[in-house]
């Protein structure tokens, strides 16, 4: 997409129009004045816009044609010698990090629940079903962005590709986020799909605790995970459940509690060390997928 194009549809990337800043870049909401199609342009920072112009844009007709629905769509690109973006398709209910920790808006535990399968059914293409394995490299709440329809759609993926050769880690390293980083890629720097794996078993535990894993009461002698899993082999799972999913209604509340740890087990079989004794994304959308028909049924009508 033409540079002029961006500009117009975003109003010159004005603030106003401004959806989010991360470690890559900035996020603008733009209006393509020929068809009125709202978009998301991604702007990416300047240490990462300059140079590479041929391989930047012959890396994003590679995303462009990624495709599955679950993945937020890249229409097209933008690539200059100073500023590189993409067009991406817009999500109106923003991300799932704004849900989750909102004051004027809640997630019901079928959503949350929808939501985990909608991200797992995302990354299983990424890493089993895509014609070239795809590592994400920074699954967190805020790369994940929600339709009209409440549907959770995964963003960002590649971006780490578009930049860096693979191999380059200790700058892939700057674009992830360390608290929902795998322990190997933080010590190590070893990149593979078990470290999304790992990524998803955080964002799991956090979305039914609507505990970060940088919460103040977690440090070196207690972490998001050890806390959920002292809860589950002590019985206590009631103490780590989001209080808002405590109060609403169900039909069998003990077969509620139960479907959140099996939630919570998976998780922990994301989440185990070393990498290879983790569970594929394949495994993880089978076991949800069992799973929804119990929670189906303990929810209310």
Same mark, same amino acid.
């Given at each position: 997409?033409?540079?002029?194009?961006?500009?117009?549809?975003?109003?010159?990337l004005?603030?106003?129009n401004?959806?989010?800043?991360?470690g890559?870049?900035?996020?603008?909401?733009?209006?393509?004045?020929?068809?009125?199609?709202?978009?998301a342009?991604?702007?990416?920072?300047l240490q990462?816009?300059?140079?590479?112009?041929k391989?930047?844009?012959k890396?994003?007709?590679?995303?462009?044609?990624?495709?599955?629905?679950?993945?937020?769509?890249?229409?097209s690109?933008?690539c200059l010698?100073?500023f590189?973006?993409? @067009?991406?398709?817009?999500m109106?209910n923003?991300?799932?990090?704004?849900w989750?920790?909102?004051?004027?808006?809640?997630?019901?535990?079928?959503?949350?629940?929808?939501?985990?399968?909608?991200?797992?059914?995302a990354?299983?293409?990424?890493?089993?079903?895509?014609?070239?394995?795809?590592?994400? %490299?920074d699954?967190?709440?805020?790369?994940?962005?929600?339709?009209?329809?409440?549907?959770?759609?995964?963003?960002?993926?590649?971006?780490?590709n578009?930049f860096?050769?693979?191999?380059?880690?200790?700058?892939?390293?700057?674009?992830?986020?360390?608290?929902?980083?795998?322990?190997?890629?933080?010590?190590e720097?070893?990149?593979?799909?078990?470290?999304?794996?790992?990524?998803?078993?955080?964002?799991?535990?956090?979305?039914?605790?609507?505990?970060?894993?940088?919460? !103040?009461?977690?440090?070196?002698?207690?972490?998001?995970?050890?806390?959920v899993?002292?809860?589950?082999?002590?019985?206590?799972? @009631?103490?780590?459940?989001?209080?808002?999913?405590? @109060?609403?209604?169900?039909?069998?509340s003990?077969?509620?509690?139960? %479907?959140?740890?099996?939630?919570?087990y998976?998780?922990?079989? %994301?989440?185990?060390?070393?990498?290879? !004794?983790r569970?594929?994304?394949?495994? @993880?959308v089978?076991?949800?997928?069992?799973?929804?028909v119990?929670?189906?049924?303990?929810?209310?009508?």
């Amino acid at each position: 997409m033409p540079y002029q194009q961006i500009l117009q549809a975003t109003d010159s990337l004005s603030e106003i129009n401004l959806l989010g800043s991360g470690g890559s870049g900035s996020v603008y909401k733009g209006i393509l004045p020929d068809n009125g199609m709202e978009i998301a342009v991604k702007v990416f920072h300047l240490q990462y816009a300059g140079g590479r112009t041929k391989s930047f844009d012959k890396k994003c007709k590679v995303l462009c044609n990624v495709r599955h629905r679950k993945l937020v769509r890249i229409i097209s690109s933008c690539c200059l010698s100073d500023f590189k973006a993409l @067009v991406l398709e817009y999500m109106p209910n923003g991300s799932l990090e704004k849900w989750l920790y909102s004051h004027n808006k809640s997630l019901n535990l079928l959503q949350r629940f929808n939501i985990a399968k909608d991200i797992a059914e995302a990354l299983k293409y990424m890493h089993h079903d895509h014609t070239i394995e795809i590592v994400h %490299c920074d699954i967190k709440p805020s790369n994940v962005l929600l339709d009209e329809d409440m549907v959770a759609h995964v963003c960002d993926f590649g971006v780490t590709n578009l930049f860096f050769k693979r191999g380059c880690i200790a700058q892939t390293k700057t674009l992830a986020t360390i608290s929902y980083m795998a322990p190997e890629f933080g010590s190590e720097g070893i990149v593979s799909t078990y470290g999304d794996v790992y990524s998803f078993g955080i964002i799991l535990l956090e979305k039914f605790t609507k505990k970060k894993p940088t919460d !103040e009461m977690f440090g070196e002698d207690m972490s998001l995970k050890n806390w959920v899993f002292n809860s589950l082999y002590g019985d206590t799972i @009631v103490d780590v459940i989001d209080l808002h999913l405590l @109060v609403e209604e169900y039909k069998n509340s003990s077969a509620m509690k139960q %479907c959140i740890a099996a939630i919570f087990y998976l998780a922990m079989d %994301c989440l185990r060390n070393p990498s290879h !004794e983790r569970i594929s994304m394949r495994e @993880v959308v089978a076991r949800l997928e069992k799973l929804e028909v119990i929670l189906i049924i303990s929810s209310s009508p």
